[in-house]
């Protein structure tokens, strides 16, 4: 009875091991699930990977989330990617065509936004400022309510950080 007993304990662990697996190849189960920007400017392809983090209650700029003063990721999990196609300006300065990590430092009244050489982080624990390709500032602005982060890119050049009651623009020509 014992053996009985422990083999259906096996496998029943094995299955439900097995189901949360599979369940975590399920992009939209995450809890900061994928999502990508894309818009053709003047030729060059804006692309811009990320993780959309969720407000759930929490105080996102005055808290641990992404508080103000301090380097923030930009999303959730790994570093969030500004990828482009051709040359182009941000903020009217110049970033050469290329793949980049993006991270921001929130603040009240601006932010900074940062273009990073090192691509592949977790987060931004192994951020070092000496890789930064370019850096512009942007003024955060009042904004409805957007639960889970979202960057929009839009042909116009305009790329915009969503989340929480605050959104940040800049300029990509």
Do not use: C
């Amino acid at each position: 009875m014992k053996k009985l007993l422990l083999l259906t304990t096996l496998i029943f662990s094995a299955f439900i091991g097995n189901a949360q697996h599979d369940m975590s190849k399920d992009a939209s189960k995450m809890p900061s699930p994928p999502a990508k920007a894309t818009a053709t400017v003047d030729g060059a392809t804006v692309t811009v990977s990320y993780h959309q983090p969720a407000v759930k209650g929490r105080n996102v700029w005055a808290g641990d989330l992404a508080p103000f003063g301090k380097v923030w990721r930009t999303g959730a999990n790994d570093a969030t990617t500004f990828e482009v196609s051709k040359d182009v300006t941000i903020n009217g300065k110049a970033l050469k065509a290329g793949k980049y990590a993006l991270f921001t430092i929130p603040g009240e009244k601006e932010w900074t936004i940062i273009f990073n050489k090192t691509v592949k982080q977790w987060g931004a624990y192994g951020y070092k400022e000496a890789d930064d390709a370019l850096r512009v500032t942007a003024k955060p602005e009042a904004n409805e309510m957007t639960e889970r982060f979202t960057i929009k890119a839009e042909n116009s050049g305009v790329v915009t950080l969503a989340w929480d009651k605050v959104k940040v623009p800049f300029t990509v020509k």
